[in-house]
């Protein structure tokens, strides 16, 4: 390779400005979209968790889907840590909760599979 080819290979053979497009798409994606879309998210959790725990309410299925709500709004806030980890990279905070908020991802991800099954369960039992 020559200097100037050297310059211009930046990441994986794509060009300088290929590679500054990729990062631009992913601060928009990941970064800001995420954001506003795991806030709404959360938003939405809690206000059914509110509706699902009220004391006219009460019932299994409900406090199943409450909970339900609980592990999914788990992994919208695990998710809400990538994002603000890839609009503040250099943050060294951040970048220490991203292997713990990764583990928990995962974890949260199990829950709701599990509680899905489990309301699944629960509502076949009712109907049969």
Same mark, same amino acid.
């Given at each position: 390779?020559?200097?100037?080819? !050297?310059?211009?290979?930046?990441?994986?053979?794509?060009?300088?400005?290929?590679?500054?497009?990729?990062?631009? /798409?992913?601060?928009?994606?990941?970064?800001?979209?995420?954001?506003?879309?795991?806030?709404?998210?959360?938003?939405?959790?809690?206000?059914?968790?509110?509706?699902?725990?009220?004391?006219?309410m009460?019932?299994? /299925?409900?406090?199943?889907?409450?909970?339900?709500?609980? !592990?999914?709004?788990?992994?919208i806030?695990?998710?809400?840590? /990538?994002?603000?980890?890839?609009?503040?990279?250099?943050?060294?905070?951040?970048?220490?909760?991203?292997?713990?908020?990764?583990?928990?991802?995962?974890?949260?991800?199990?829950?709701?599979? /599990?509680?899905?099954?489990?309301?699944?369960v629960?509502?076949?039992?009712?109907?049969?």
């Amino acid at each position: 390779f020559t200097s100037t080819r !050297a310059q211009i290979v930046v990441k994986c053979g794509s060009t300088e400005e290929e590679s500054e497009m990729l990062d631009l /798409f992913k601060f928009l994606i990941s970064g800001v979209l995420t954001l506003l879309t795991g806030l709404v998210g959360t938003l939405g959790n809690i206000l059914s968790i509110a509706t699902l725990l009220h004391r006219s309410m009460r019932n299994v /299925f409900n406090h199943l889907l409450a909970t339900l709500c609980m !592990a999914d709004m788990m992994v919208i806030l695990t998710n809400l840590v /990538f994002s603000v980890n890839t609009l503040c990279p250099n943050n060294p905070l951040l970048s220490s909760l991203v292997p713990v908020s990764d583990g928990l991802c995962h974890i949260a991800v199990t829950v709701s599979v /599990f509680l899905t099954i489990a309301i699944t369960v629960e509502r076949y039992s009712a109907v049969c």
